[in-house]
Structure formats: structure tokens, C-alpha cells
């Protein structure tokens, strides 16, 4: 186990929401009466992590007021990856045994599903990542910190998505993991029952 108390949590809300067609960024569009961006955040409010950085773009949402550390990052889309370093940087000079990365767009991400992915690491060479029956693994993704090098090294579009296939899987029901992409995602989602 890996306690939150030595984890650095990175909220990744810098994504250019090209799916989401309209000029607004999908993380500023309503769910249930706060912005898309914020339920993750709200929901991991009361797990005590070393420190929290949501690593952002283009969205109206000032997570310093919910007791983030904002990164801007200038081209998320050039080189998606880049958001994942911004994280891990922020980490090493926190002095993190491990980060958690998170997606902004997750809304219905739940604190037990977070514990059980802290739970699930065994030191500092872990890789704990998050599926859903049939699903390939997905983030929200714990690395230790020895794998923080690794995680610098990435470039391109792929994040670390070679490194949560070959890292320990912890599953949730496909309701939890759910990821926003479009306005047809949003709409299901409000018509779906909270998990």
C-alpha cells in the first residue's frame, strides 16, 4: 500500500475537447449543477494526498479555489504526454512516493475506487491502473516513484498507456470509469442513475 499522504494527485484537464463540438471546453459544460471538470476533484476532496495539481488549458475552472496547484500546459495536443510530465515534475519536487493521475473528465470517479488503487500498490516500482469488465485498462493510473523516469521519457499520444497495460488492474464498474468525449456522452450520462 501506498498512502495518499506520500501521493501527489494530477488532475488532467488540459485536453482540447475536440470531440465536444461547440467553442466551450466539455469541462465547463453542467453536470447536475457543476462544471464537468469539478466532480472528480469534489469527489477526491476528502482523501488526504501530499499535495493536488490539475494540470490545464482551456477551461474556465479555477481549481486553486478547490486547493489545487494549476500547471498550464501550452500544447497538450502537439504532444499529449506532455500533461503527464507537467504531473510527474510537479511530484518529484513534492517529493511524492507515487502520483495518481486522474481524468477532469470522469465524473462519476468514486473515493473507494481511488483507496483500492492505493491499496493496491506494493512499493515504489508499482503500476496500478483502473478496468472495467472487458474494458482495456485506463486511468485513474497510480505509478511509484521509480517509475517517474519512465514517465518523463513520454512523448507523442500514447501517454502511459503501455505502462498501465503491463501494470496490476483494479476493477470498477463501467458506470464509474465513465469518460465524457461528446454531447451524446453528457446526455447519457444524465439519463443514467448515479452509481
Do not use: W
Not at 482540447?16 to 466539455?26: D, H, I, L, M, Q
Not at 511524492?96 to 470517479?109: F, S
Request: charged share 20%.
Amino acid at each position: 500500500m501506498i498512502a495518499a499522504e506520500d501521493t501527489i494527485l494530477v488532475l488532467l484537464a488540459a485536453g482540447k475537447s475536440a470531440r465536444f463540438a461547440g467553442a466551450e471546453s466539455k469541462l465547463d459544460a453542467s453536470v447536475n449543477g457543476a462544471p464537468l471538470g469539478l466532480h472528480a476533484a469534489h469527489t477526491l476532496s476528502g482523501l488526504t494526498f501530499k499535495a493536488r495539481v490539475a494540470i490545464v488549458r482551456r477551461c474556465r475552472i479555477d481549481y486553486a479555489a478547490h486547493g489545487f496547484e494549476m500547471v498550464r500546459n501550452e500544447d497538450p495536443v502537439g504532444d499529449m504526454a506532455s500533461s503527464i510530465r507537467l504531473g510527474i515534475r510537479s511530484a518529484q519536487r513534492h517529493g511524492a512516493a507515487a502520483v495518481l493521475i486522474a481524468l477532469a473528465d470522469m465524473p462519476r470517479l468514486s473515493a473507494h475506487h481511488v483507496q483500492r488503487l492505493l491499496a493496491a500498490a506494493d512499493g515504489a516500482h508499482s503500476v496500478v491502473a483502473s478496468a472495467s469488465a472487458g474494458s482495456a485498462p485506463k486511468p485513474p493510473a497510480l505509478f511509484g516513484s521509480a517509475r517517474f523516469d519512465e514517465l518523463l521519457s513520454l512523448s507523442g499520444d500514447h501517454g502511459a498507456r503501455d505502462l498501465i497495460r503491463a501494470g496490476r488492474l483494479v476493477e470498477a464498474p463501467a458506470a464509474t470509469l465513465v469518460d465524457i468525449d461528446t454531447h451524446a456522452d453528457l446526455a447519457a450520462l444524465a439519463a443514467a442513475p448515479v452509481p
